[in-house]
């Protein structure tokens, strides 16, 4: 029985999705310049003229990726615009949001949109394929600290620059600790750890 118009569509975007999810595995683990169109293919399970039907080439893919507005996307996104009007709020919300989504166990792909999006200020090809003259996370981030301590929510005797690294790295380690440790052996200390090591002393 031949398919709907319907049902094609839904395989497309299946297949599409297939895509994408490899290689956002593969650019979060290896590396984006480290990663090829038949690696691609290979994670995906698909043949090399297939992809070319969904995605020119892998920066197309990397786009696709980056304007995707998956849960974990716009959560994010309402999460850091929330964090520049009310630091402290926010900087919690999104600890939370990241320490929870890396403890489901059945959720494989959270880590890796994560750790993309983390990885965009360390490779230089994903800076400039990705910023277009955009400010970069870290300097977002430190004026969301820096507002923070202006407000007295967030210690002032670290600089603000000092604490978004600090935090930053805290979550790297702990998104690559899944990543690379996998999901069974993988323990983190509570979001509430983390964030008594941003709290200006006595307040909170």
Known sequence: MPKTPAQNKAIREKRRNEIMNAALILFSKHGFDNVSV????????ISHGLFYHYFENKQDVLFAILRNESQTNLALQKIIELAKTSPYEGVSELTIFISKGLANKKDNLFPHEINLFLSISEQKTLQKLSKRGKRSKYEEFNEIIAYGQQLGEFRSDILSYDLALIYGNYIKGLVRSRIYGGAKSFKAPSA????KLLESRGLY
Do not use: H, V, Y
């Open 192 to 195: 509430e750890s983390l964030m």
């Open 38 to 45: 038949s690696s691609i293919n290979k994670k995906a399970k």
